[in-house]
Each structure stands twice: as structure tokens, then as C-alpha cells.
């Protein structure tokens, strides 16, 4: 084993891997995968999870890089104000993402796809954006993006976030700014995006909400496309960022239905009552929880020979905002009969997951994967300009979910807290490059 480790240094601090950009300098939180990093992170995470974020020999690196150059005349660069750490960043730090997501990504990149930022240079053939606008961004990297004279299916009935071509076109391969080595990411001072990403924001909707348009736009991406019906009882599974603003979209757009809500924390409880949940259970070590779920859920709670209590009956619909074992198991067992569940919570490889309820029960489970355009108010409009609507009127304000903000080179600092969640009251913590 000592010997395998000395390998693996030898090769870390003898390899070099340029990154491709302009002239310009800037600071960058990185991820660079390499096999001897990625080897060496996943036997030293065992032993201290901070190994992640705070070795030089982890997959994460802090360093000065060249500002990302406009691919072409249709691009802007943003100098970024915020950067958001979504729980795909986190699962990208802590290496817990299936290597299904690799040939979508190129190294290295920066990290980062929540941004709100103004306008720093604008490419000759973009019209109506001008420097110094303040916007957010679109950041899924899809036909229009790459330069694909002819898109694909997907993109061009609007479902863009389903792209054939995300490993083509003009620029390296990312299914988003903050995957790709040409584009940047919001852990870093500057990003470049193309005219069509970009969507500007109204005075009245300040830089806190316009850094959560993206993670609101998720959770409204989710709502849109499996509208409960009135008098529905929706259960959420999970009361961090997505779960939350599972329930604001829900409100937002002002839909008569029950709102159940399973949280870990007081003050994820506090939120998710603030944002229109009408009852909260708590997630406890024990299984009192799934009888405290079941008798909300006006279910009953059979016991089987052995192992969890099932529960016959339950919600409408359920919005699992985790990925983890358990949340995807509770999902399973808190569906009635015929329900839906849609899974948000990015679940990857996961054993030990009973799916007898998939066909016993006859379940609709529906993944949703980002944003794209959806239908408000009878037109058809990107996610995330109808996340800004919403805002604009008055029908939402997100701001206090942004618990913790950070200095960009506090970066090991802001994972250490956004990944020690029970230490807080914590909830969206962003970067200030």
C-alpha cells in the first residue's frame, strides 16, 4: 500500500494539464480528474472527508487561470457576483457521481452553474444585452449553445436539458457551464455564455434571488411538468434548497393542494412552513417517522415479517428532492396506489433499494433533470424566465435561503460548512469570487 500511495504522489505533482483560455488572469476553483487523484481522494475520503477539499492532491484545486476567451461573436462574458454550491457540486467534490455523467464534462473545468453576475464584454453579433446589465444564466450548454445548424429533436421542441448533441458543436463537451474546460463556472471570477443562455433581471429582483433562479428553476421545472391536482396530497421528501423551493413553486403558482414535507432540522422546518408547507415531519434514526408520514398521509402501517413497516395508502404525489437510500425507499413506500413520484434528488448507484412497490402498486416514477421551457400562463417560456416572472411579481422571494456567503478563496471553508449542515442553520451558501 506505501508503495502505491508514493506512486500515486509522484504522479500527481509530475502532472501538469494546461488550461486553454485567454489572456487574462483570474481565480478558479477547479476540478481536474485524473486517475492517481481520484484513486488516492477515494482511500483518503474514507478516513477524512475534508481530504476532498483540502489537499493538494485532491480532484479540487484553487489557482489562477486564464479567463475564458468568447468562443465566438455570439458569446458575452459575465463577471461573476455569486456562485451558488448546488448538491451536484457537492456530489462532484465528494466524487459520489456515476461515471454515466463523465463523457458529459472536460477537464478540467471550473465548477460552478448557479450565477448571477453583469455583463463584462459582449460578442459583435449579440444584440440587446450591453455591459454592465446585471442577469443570470441559462446554464444547460445544448444545440443554439454549440454552434448545430440543425438541432436536435429534443432541443427544438424546447427541451433543451435533453440535448442529443452535448458532447459536439463548437465548444468541449459539459452538459453545463461549470462541466466545461471553455466556458468557466461561477467558482470563478468570470464565465462565458452565449447570447441565448442569458436572461436579464429586473430592479426589484435583488442579486440573492437572481443566484437562486437557477436551483428555484429546478424545483419549477419538476412542478410544471406534474401539476398536482386540486386537493392533492403532495408529500416532499427533503427540506434543503430543492425541497423548499419545491414547495414556493407550488405556492407560487398558487396550486390548491396539501403540502406534507419530511425535514431533518427546526430550521428547515421554520423555512419550509414559511414558504406554504402544511405539515411537517421530522426524519428520526428510529422508524417513528414512517408512522408519524403514514398518519398524515391518512395510510396504514402493515408489519411484515421482518423489516420496515410497509404502509398501504399514501400521497398523490411525492417530489424526492434527496438521491439518497433512504429517501428513495420512502418515496417507494409513501406512494398510494397508482401515484407518482418524480424523483429530483440526483440519485445515482444505490443499493439496497426494495423497488416490490414499483409493481405491486402500480407506481408513475418520472425523473426531471434541470429546467427548459415550460408552459406559464399559456405561453411557453424558459424555466428560469418564469422563475424570474414569478419573482418580479411579488409571488415568491427565495433571499433568505442564502444562509452563508463567502469570499471565493474561503472556498474550503464554505464546503466545510455547507457539508457539516448540523453544526447550523444552514441551507444555500454561496461563493463571492
Known sequence: MKNVVLCIFFTLINKNIPYKGGDAKMNSIQFEYSMPRYVLSKMMGKVSKSFYWNSRLSCLRFRRVEVPKLPNDEWVKVKVKYGGICGSDLNLVLLKDSPTTSPFASFPFTIGHEVVGTIEEVGSKVENIQVGDRVVIDPILSCITRGIADPCPNCRRGDYNLCNFMTEGEISPGMLIGTCRDSGGSWGSYLVAHKSQVLKLPDNVDDLNGVLVEPFSCSLHAVLRNLPKKDDTVLVIGAGT????????????????????LAKHAFQAQLASRYGADEIIYLTKNKNYIYETAKSLYASVLEPIFGDPVVQGGADLIFECVGNKQSINDALRFARHGGKIVLLGLAGIIDGVDCTTVWLNELDIKGSFAYSTDEYQEKKMRTLQIAIELMRNGKVDLAPLVT????????RDALSTVINKRKGSIIKVVLEP
Request: aromatic share 8%; proline share 7%; charged share 20%.
Open 242 to 261: 430543492i425541497g423548499i423551493c419545491v414547495v414556493a413553486a407550488m405556492r407560487a403558482l398558487e396550486i390548491p393542494c396539501r403540502i406534507v414535507i
Open 404 to 411: 452563508h456567503r463567502f469570499p471565493l478563496e474561503n472556498y
